[in-house]
């Protein structure tokens, strides 16, 4: 079973790479205007975001991720102030908008 998900992504998702990494930087663009956003300076290097949050937000991560949650976005924490974000093939541009709304509706 796991052969066949390497394989597909292998012969199928390659050539479709720049879609995700197009996404991660549209979204990274959009969250570095919300305030308390910490971006990583590489980020967007690949299709994934790393951000932290700044002391000024007094939400756990775990809050955070309910509050996402209850909007429709599912994100996790990579760390206690820190999360890491990453598009994928069922990742559209409404998505990627609705992410960066939903942050900024969350951490306002």
Partial sequence: IL???GIIA???MVD???EDHTRARKLASGLQHIPNIVLS???PATNMI???LS???QLSTRQIEQKMAERGILVFSSGPRRFRLVTHFWLDDNAIE???QAFSEVLQ
């Fill in 41 to 43: 300076t590489s980020t």
């Fill in 3 to 5: 052969a066949a998900a």
């Fill in 50 to 52: 790393f951000f932290n």
């Fill in 98 to 100: 609705q992410t960066i």
């Fill in 55 to 57: 002391d000024a937000i």
């Fill in 16 to 18: 479709r790479l720049a």
């Fill in 10 to 12: 292998l012969e199928k």
